[in-house]
């Protein structure tokens, strides 16, 4: 029954991830701009600019050349940088490590943050504690990402001279040097979501703690411990997973700010340069591992579903 649950929800991630192909080679010639004219920097006249609109394939209708870039897709071909003339693949073959580290960075600072957290503040409501940790959490939605970046870079230099890395460290070069240059943008990227999770959590621990199981459970005279890990944690936990696929969405999205502050050299910063130049392959190759991204990651988020309730799979 598993593995037909979770083939069901793979043959759903198919027409999503077509209609993410469609949405991503539309949108971005949708930007104001014409690249042939950026490339030529509008001194051209009008002959060669159609000339080099030809050459590049962009002269021939948009249904057309959907149809042809999706064809070399299916082949693992994202095509051509329109300004570097490399293939887009080997492109993200050295940027999307970085992304991915630094949004996996995020995304466990989240985890490890929230749940904690969320346990104890329900575990101990209307108190002290609980009362911090929830305006915390309200703290870390309310700030922008972008601006505790940007103090995380200033405030320490005008005060203690100190400043991140300048720079990109491989990780065969400097392990420990890599993963430090990542720490600081991926607490400032989760912050967010940990709040959010952090709420969610203590909100569905309640309620859970409130069920009559666990006033059974309790009237057994079960260590607490037990009661709210093993009866009230797993039973609040599909909704935060739920919230958690979403979250994991977000910190991709924020990774294009924070890699361009802190300059990583990710997919983030390589799609912020790809717009402001209007490299359409760059763009739609950028969206379209993003798109498979996230619906890989909701996979996940349903097989998690089976694990943690079997009412799920049917």
Do not use: C
Not at 33 to 58: I, N, P, Q
Not at 101 to 110: P, V
Not at 130 to 137: E, I, N, P
Not at 292 to 311: F, K, M
């Amino acid at each position: 029954m598993p593995r037909r649950y979770l083939a069901q929800r793979l043959l759903v991630a198919i027409p999503s991830l077509l209609i993410a192909s469609l949405i991503v080679f539309t949108l971005p010639r949708l930007i104001p701009g014409d690249v042939v004219v950026l490339m030529l920097e509008e001194k051209a006249y009008a002959r060669d600019l159609e000339e080099l609109r030809a050459k590049l394939g962009l002269d021939r209708p948009l249904h057309v050349q959907y149809l042809e870039w999706v064809g070399r897709v299916g082949r693992g071909d994202l095509g051509e940088s329109l300004w570097t003339r490399r293939p887009v693949v080997e492109e993200l073959a050295r940027r999307l490590p970085v992304t991915l580290e630094l949004g996996a960075l995020a995304t466990a600072f989240a985890i490890l943050v929230a749940l904690p957290v969320g346990v104890l503040s329900a575990a101990r409501q209307d108190t002290a504690s609980d009362y911090a940790a929830r305006s915390a959490a309200v703290l870390g939605l309310s700030v922008p990402g972008f601006w505790l970046a940007t103090l995380a870079i200033v405030l320490p230099a005008i005060w203690w001279g100190w400043r991140p890395v300048s720079g990109f460290v491989e990780f065969t070069r400097d392990p420990l040097a890599h993963v430090g240059q990542l720490v600081l943008p991926a607490l400032i990227l989760g912050i967010a979501s940990a709040a959010a999770l952090m709420r969610l959590t203590r909100g569905m621990l309640l309620e859970a703690l409130r069920q009559d199981y666990v006033r059974t459970a309790w009237s057994k005279g079960l260590r607490e411990t037990v009661i709210v890990l093993k009866h009230g944690l797993k039973n609040a936990l599909i909704p935060v997973v739920t919230v958690l696929g979403i979250q994991v969405a977000q910190i991709i999205g924020g990774t294009v700010v924070i890699e361009s502050i802190f300059g990583l050299p990710g997919m983030g910063r390589f799609l912020f340069d790809a717009i402001t130049h209007r490299d359409y392959p760059v763009i739609q190759g950028i969206n379209l591992v993003v798109a498979s991204v996230i619906v890989l990651v909701n996979l996940t988020v349903d097989g998690l579903y089976a694990a943690l309730d079997p009412r799920v799979r049917y």
